[in-house]
């Protein structure tokens, strides 16, 4: 954990003048590779900006460690820091900064459904003390559900396992019941509450589906791992939210790049500390979209891949 606790530094530059230090907390409800290479990009997008942590920056980067109760107390602490910028990551954690300060500039990202999860009222002209960037991207949902029955023809039944308390898991789960729907497949839900019920809920579906899909859920792609053992154990095509839960070892999802993201967020971060207010700055949202399949998954996952399914995709896992 890095620590915020500076105010002004005194610098020399042929006479002593006095240099402020940026202080930067941010908030991140659970550990996985999507929202920790968010966090990088933003921290990147800093430094090139020359905001270096150690010299005119200091990071406060605290994590709840998937307990959700602890973003709250996180965001009070940062409140009270008195740090200029706060980065909020994911909705939980979003809702929570938000809570504690109106006044604070907050930056928000990886966030499904911002006006949904009540942080904006308009996405071009935010308003209050928030603003910030989307994960979603109009078609991924649509995408990876639509090749679930391009790629797996003779699938029925896919099985969904979500958090049912993260606000954002459910918005994509109705977005991607709805394609099921449109396409002609069956959804089985199992919900969970902790990443510990996460292999129990994955064992659930055993024999009642033919596919698994996973939503950009905090709490299970914390425990994708155990996901991915059910899987590959009882040959289960496994299609998920984001890129980087593809690289982790399921077999396929139309993702972004969440450093990308991250990189974004950061550029609204010097816009801020350079005067700009949050109100002012529109949500952004990714542009980018690409298949992502994971090769060394599709093998132990029991999938055939073809020339069709591999010409356009990005691969991993080989």
Do not use: W
Not at 159 to 174: L, M, P, R
Not at 298 to 312: S, V
């Amino acid at each position: 954990m890095l620590s915020a606790c500076g105010s002004s530094e005194k610098k020399a530059t042929g006479k002593e003048k006095e240099e402020k230090t940026v202080k930067i907390g941010i908030i991140q409800p659970v550990e996985h590779p999507s929202l920790d290479a968010a966090r990088e990009g933003f921290i990147d997008a800093l430094k090139d900006a020359g905001y270096e942590d150690g010299k005119n920056l200091k990071i406060d980067y605290q994590n709840a460690q998937g307990e959700m109760n602890n973003n709250m107390t996180i965001a009070q602490n940062l409140v009270a820091d008195e740090n200029d910028v706060i980065l909020a990551i994911a909705t939980s954690s979003a809702q929570a900064a938000l809570q504690s300060t109106k006044d604070i500039p907050i930056l928000f990202t990886a966030i499904t459904d911002p006006i949904g999860a009540k942080l904006v009222s308009d996405l071009e002209k935010p308003g209050g003390n928030v603003t910030g960037t989307s994960d979603t991207h109009p078609d991924a949902i649509k995408n990876t559900i639509t090749s679930i029955k391009e790629f797996i023809p003779e699938a029925k039944k896919v099985g969904i396992i979500y958090n049912s308390g993260e606000s954002n898991a459910v918005v994509n789960v109705e977005n991607a019941k709805k394609v099921l729907k449109e396409i002609g497949l069956e959804s089985v839900e199992a919900t969970v509450s902790t990443s510990a019920d996460v292999k129990q809920a994955a064992e659930s579906l055993l024999g009642r589906v033919d596919v698994l899909y996973i939503p950009k859920d905090n709490t299970v792609v914390a425990a994708l791992e155990s996901v991915i053992k059910v899987a590959n154990e009882h040959k289960i095509p496994t299609f998920v939210g984001e890129g980087d839960s593809v690289k982790r070892g399921t077999f396929a999802s139309y993702g972004i790049e969440y450093h990308d993201l991250g990189y974004s967020t950061g550029k609204m971060a010097v816009d801020i500390l350079k005067g700009k207010k949050p109100s002012e700055i529109p949500v952004g949202f990714p542009e980018k979209l690409e298949l992502v399949i994971n090769k060394k998954a599709a093998e132990q996952e029991g999938i055939t891949l073809t020339e069709d399914m591999l010409k356009d995709a990005k691969i991993v896992g080989e």
